[in-house]
């Protein structure tokens, strides 16, 4: 199975691109054999214009990889830090290029990020307005990494780190998530009926 981490972060040396890699390299391999990253920190990737409608092929080529990648992946994983209480602007515009189908009946999980106490506001955000288009299936547990710079430093073993173990027990339960909906995915050859949602 693969899986598709997106880093929201668009801060040079993020925390949360840090998480992502701690999950790439160290929690994701126990269940997928492909792991890929879209670092929103790293991408070149504008804001939605109306060219993204019009099919201009300035567009098509830089979304070829991302939609490629999106449709390969049997779940997804969001690393978002908060910021002012939001989940962030690029974040935002991934979900905005991404409601072509590659990301529908796909389980994700949230990982929210906050140097302090912080956190909630994005998985809220995320849960409440990132799925009608995109068709993404959040599952039910999500990840708050809190006080982020002193969790996830001590690789491999991670001892005493609290937040390891949610880690891993949130990943494992994504990846029977991934097994489970396989099944509900529409074949590529048919067309997606209400895309809009309601
Ligand atoms: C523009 C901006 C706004 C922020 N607002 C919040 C916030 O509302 N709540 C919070 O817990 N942390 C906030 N932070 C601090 C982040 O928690 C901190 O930068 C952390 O490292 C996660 O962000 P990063 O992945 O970009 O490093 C903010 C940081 C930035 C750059």
Redesign the pocket.
Known sequence: MKALIVNG?H?QN???ARVARVLQDHFLPAHFTDIGLHDLGEMDLPFWDEGVWNGDPEWEFKLEKLRKDQYEADALIFVC?????MATPRLKNYFLLGDEGGLEDKPALIVA????L??AYVVSELRSSSYKNTKLCYIPDHLIIRD?SNMLTTAPLFSDDPIADRCRYSVGRLAVYAQALSVVRVPLNEPRSYPYGM
């Open positions: 972060s801060r993020s925390e949360s830090p908060e910021w002012n209480g990020v906050s140097a302090g912080g956190g982020v």
